[in-house]
């Protein structure tokens, strides 16, 4: 099993699968929710002096296909019973959509959610009207119609809509689905609110010990105001703003589909314990991790992508310094084999791991005709004309054979993009030309303070598994 604090690049179908049964506490997760779109970081140059660059984050977008047949015959031969029942039910009448496809795709993961909660546990599965119902229908099916406690509704506080071109009510909330492992056993802690102006006026009247109280109820009997903790939370959540409106706030990672950390607390204060252990198997850039971490919880996360794993390794950084040396990260290159092997089977998740984990720069969203860079990095200057200003790394990384000629075109790209370092990331060492090539590019000094490094810098990937950076001033700090 794996330890606290393990973040796991990968498809978490696979990786529930290894996973003992009975060994998570509470599940807390915001899959993809059939939104028909890829979903891409705006990657914004706040200096104004680049055009803004997407990256592909994820694809919501589904279709029938294999692997869809693979799971739906899973979900018939291998779970069977109400489950295998109701998937059937929902293919006869959907038939063989892009929204059956999303189906069979959460029903068997939900299937190995199930299997592993605690029977004290809980889920809490994150979604929106697209899909919520039939996800519902399911989740009756895997956990027992017994088993749901309440579907809450996220008021996302949406601004006021005037501009809208959508015929009909503006789209206002999403949809948390609760379920309990066992209604006899689960855990729960309430939850309370500060009790509204209006009721704390009922308590009119004060005793002889300064306490406020009422007793205009029948019978008369006194009841104390500090005797009430407060407003048990209700399923409908208000005041929690959704980053699509609350735009100017420092916990904006870029990472799309974000949600606000504010959101998550109260899942995992009301169903886990203090020392519990919480898994996000869709953990995106880790909201519910840093959710858990902050009340003391144990967590493990999961994502397809590098870059969201890059992007929970940069809010540990943020958040929680201190741990950083802590997070266990699995299902990326583990050493200088591994590393050569994901470059020789997957070039691009090779460049997209290089990039953001190892360099731990932007990476470029265009993965072909990217004008030779990769990814990039800001770094402060310190001010200049009463400015703060910025200098610019770029990266490109070849996993494969590269030429004296590359080299060249990547000196180009540096001064086209007016670049003051480049790192040439490789996973073969460089000729001697090469370096004397790379050496054309002079030495770079950074105005503020004491540091010089070579302008270009051939970087082999073997130097990181020996602890060996490439040599680049202090960066911005940003989570991407
Ligand atoms: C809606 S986002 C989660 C956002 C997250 N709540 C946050 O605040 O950042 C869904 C995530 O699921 C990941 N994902 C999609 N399919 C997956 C799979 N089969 N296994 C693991 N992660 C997956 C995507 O890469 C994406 O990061």
Redesign the pocket.
């Known amino acids: 099993m794996h330890q606290n604090r393990t973040l796991i690049r990968?498809?978490?179908?696979t990786?529930m699968r290894n996973f003992p049964d009975e060994c998570v506490d509470l599940i807390a997760?915001?899959?993809?929710?059939n939104s028909k779109r890829d979903?891409f970081i705006l990657y914004h140059d706040e200096h104004g002096q680049e055009p803004d660059v997407l990256v592909k984050?994820?694809a919501?977008t589904w279709k029938w296909g294999n692997a869809a047949e693979e799971a739906y015959r899973e979900l018939q031969i291998e779970v069977g019973g109400q489950v295998g029942d109701t998937i059937e039910g929902l293919r006869k009448f959907l038939n063989e959509t892009p929204m059956m496809a999303y189906l069979v795709?959460m029903a068997i993961?939900l299937v190995e959610m199930h299997r592993i909660l605690n029977p004290t546990g809980s889920l809490y599965l994150?979604c929106d009207p697209t899909a919520s119902h039939y996800l519902k229908i399911i989740l009756d099916s895997v956990f027992g119609v017994d088993n749901f406690r309440r579907e809450i509704i996220w008021n996302l506080e949406t601004a006021s809509g005037y501009k809208s071109k959508v015929k009909g009510f503006i789209r206002g909330h999403d949809v948390i689905l609760y379920y309990v492992k066992d209604f006899d056993k689960f855990v729960f802690n309430k939850i309370y609110q500060p009790h509204k102006p209006e009721y704390i006026k009922r308590f009119k009247k004060v005793d002889e010990h300064g306490r406020h109280y009422r007793d205009d109820r029948p019978g008369g009997r006194r009841q104390y105001l500090d005797e009430t903790p407060g407003v048990a939370l209700t399923d409908v959540w208000s005041g929690i703003m959704s980053f699509q409106q609350n735009t100017n706030t420092d916990e904006i990672?870029g990472?799309?589909?974000?949600?606000p950390i504010e959101l998550y607390e109260p899942i995992i204060e009301a169903s886990s314990d203090t020392g519990g252990l919480v898994l996000?198997?869709?953990?995106?850039?880790?909201?519910?991790l840093m959710a858990a971490e902050s009340l003391d919880r144990q967590w493990i996360g999961?994502?397809?992508?590098y870059?969201?794993t890059g992007?929970v390794k940069l809010q540990i950084e943020k958040y929680f310094p201190q741990l950083l040396n802590q997070i266990k990260i699995t299902g990326t290159p583990e050493n200088e084999q591994q590393a050569l092997e994901l470059a020789r089977t997957n070039p691009f998740n090779f460049e997209e791991w290089a990039v953001t984990h190892v360099l731990k720069f932007k990476a470029n969203a265009k993965k072909v005709a990217d004008g030779g860079i990769d990814g990039t990095m800001k770094f402060p200057l310190g001010k200049i004309q009463g400015k703060q200003a910025f200098g610019t790394a770029i990266a490109q990384v070849k996993g494969g054979s590269y030429t004296l000629g590359h080299i060249r075109d990547f000196r180009t790209a540096m001064q086209d993009a007016k670049a003051d370092i480049g790192v040439f990331l490789v996973t073969k060492p460089p000729s001697q030309k090469m370096l004397a090539e790379a050496a054309k590019a002079k030495t770079y000094e950074h105005p503020s303070y004491e540091f010089t490094a070579p302008c270009l810098q051939i970087y082999q990937i073997q130097d990181y598994y020996n602890g060996i950076l490439p040599k680049l001033p202090h960066a911005e700090k940003s989570v991407l």
């Open positions: 990968g498809d978490n179908l990786e997760t915001d899959p993809p929710f979903y984050a994820f919501d795709m993961r994150h990672t990472y799309p589909t974000q949600k996000d198997p869709f953990c995106g850039c880790g909201t519910t999961i994502d397809l992508t870059l969201a992007a």
